[in-house]
C-alpha cells in the first residue's frame, strides 16, 4: 500500500515508528507536512497539491494532527477522503473529539462513566454551577488545554469560585469537574485499535501534583486493566467513531470514567513502557481495513 502520514515533523518519535513500521512491512510510506498540504476545492476532481506536485496513489492516510492545527488538519484530512483514500481514523470523529464538551456529551449520551462535570458561561450562574458538581474540591479545566495546561484543582468553595471567575473574566470557556481523589493522582491510558485495547499503561502524578500527564512530570508503568475498564475504553473510542484511540480513564469508587478521548495518541510512552509494537499493530489495522473508496461516517455528531 502507498500510506501518507500526515504530520508536522517527520522526527517525532510516533511519525518515525508510523513510517519504520509501514516501511518493514513493505509499504510505501510519505510523511505530509500538514500546513504544507494546500488543496483544490472547486475543481470536479478533488485534488490536494504538496510542493508543487498533486498528490496521488494513496491507499490509506494516517492523521497525527495536533491540537493547535485541528482545524486546518481536519480540512486536509477530508480531502484526502473525498478523494477516496482511507483514514486511520476520520475527520469528524478527530473534530468531534477535540471539542472536549461535545466529546463528553456525546460520551454521556450512551451511557459511559464520566466525571461528574458543568458548564456554564455567565459568572453569575457559578455558585450553582459549583453546587451542582457536588461543591469542592473540584477540576476546573480550560476548553483548549492540552498536556495538562489549563487544569487546576481548586480545594476550597472560596477557591473555585475565584479561580472560575477568573476563567470566565478572561474569556476561556472551562469546564467544572467533579474531583476523583480516589484516583490517587493515577490514571490509565487505554490504547485502542480497532474494537481492542491493544495496550494499556497507568500514569502516576507525581508527589503533590494530581495531573499525571508525563510532560508534567507523572510516570508511567504497566498496569492489567479490569474486562470493565476495557469494555469502557472500547465503547468510549466507538461513541467517538474513532479506529484508533488514546482513552484516558480514573478509577473511581463506582467504576471506570472517561476523561478524554484522544485521536492521535503518542507512541513513546506506551510502546516503551509496554514493550508492544503498536505502530505495527496499527499497520496492521491498515492492512485489513483500508481499501480505496471506504470512507465513511461511522458515528453521529
Ligand atoms: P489534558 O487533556 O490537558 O491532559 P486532562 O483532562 O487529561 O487534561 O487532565 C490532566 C490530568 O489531571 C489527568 O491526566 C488526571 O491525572 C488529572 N485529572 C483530570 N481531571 C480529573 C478529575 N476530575 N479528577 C481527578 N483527577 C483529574
Redesign the pocket.
Do not use: C, H, W
Given at each position: 500500500m502507498k500510506i501518507a502520514v500526515l504530520s508536522r515533523n517527520p522526527r517525532l518519535y510516533s511519525t518515525r515508528r508510523l513510517v519504520e513500521a509501514g516501511q518493514q512491512r513493505g509499504h510505501e510510506m510519505q510523511v505530509i507536512d500538514t500546513l504544507r498540504a494546500y488543496m483544490n476545492i472547486a475543481s470536479h476532481k478533488p485534488q490536494i497539491h504538496y510542493r508543487g506536485q498533486a498528490l496521488e496513489g494513496f491507499d490509506a492516510v494516517i492523521p497525527r494532527i495536533g491540537a493547535s492545527v485541528t482545524f486546518y488538519g481536519c480540512a486536509v484530512l477530508r480531502q484526502f477522503e473525498m478523494m477516496g483514500v482511507y483514514p486511520l481514523n476520520e475527520s469528524v470523529a478527530i473534530s468531534r473529539s477535540r471539542d472536549k464538551l461535545r466529546a463528553l456529551q456525546l460520551l454521556s449520551r450512551k451511557g459511559i462513566g464520566l466525571?461528574v462535570t458543568g458548564f456554564a458561561h455567565s459568572p453569575d450562574d457559578i455558585p450553582d454551577l459549583i453546587q451542582m458538581v457536588g461543591g469542592a474540591p473540584l477540576?476546573i479545566?480550560v476548553l483548549e488545554?492540552?498536556?495538562?495546561?489549563?487544569?487546576v484543582l481548586a480545594e476550597t468553595h472560596k477557591a473555585a469560585e475565584s479561580v472560575i471567575e477568573a476563567f470566565l473574566g478572561l474569556k476561556q470557556d472551562i469546564m467544572v469537574?467533579?474531583?476523583?481523589q480516589e484516583?490517587g493522582?493515577a490514571?490509565i491510558r487505554c490504547f485502542v485499535v480497532g474494537d481492542k485495547v491493544i495496550a494499556a499503561m497507568k500514569?502516576q502524578?507525581k508527589a503533590g501534583e494530581?495531573?499525571?500527564?508525563l510532560h508534567r512530570g507523572g510516570s508511567a508503568s504497566l498496569i492489567k486493566i479490569t474486562p470493565e475498564e476495557r469494555m469502557t475504553a472500547v465503547r468510549a473510542a466507538r461513541v467517538m467513531g474513532l479506529n484508533v484511540a488514546g482513552v484516558?480513564i480514573?478509577r473511581s469508587n463506582h467504576g471506570p470514567l472517561v476523561?478524554?478521548v484522544n485521536s492521535s495518541p503518542g507512541l513513546e510512552g506506551i510502546e516503551t513502557t509496554t514493550g508492544k509494537d503498536v505502530a505495527g499493530m496499527i499497520i496492521q489495522y491498515l492492512e485489513k481495513n483500508a481499501e480505496p473508496g471506504q470512507t465513511r461516517t461511522k458515528g453521529r455528531g
Open positions: 466525571p477540576v479545566k488545554g492540552t498536556q495538562g495546561m489549563g487544569v469537574q467533579e474531583y476523583i484516583a493522582g490514571d500514569r502524578a494530581f495531573r499525571s500527564n484516558d480514573l476523561m478524554e
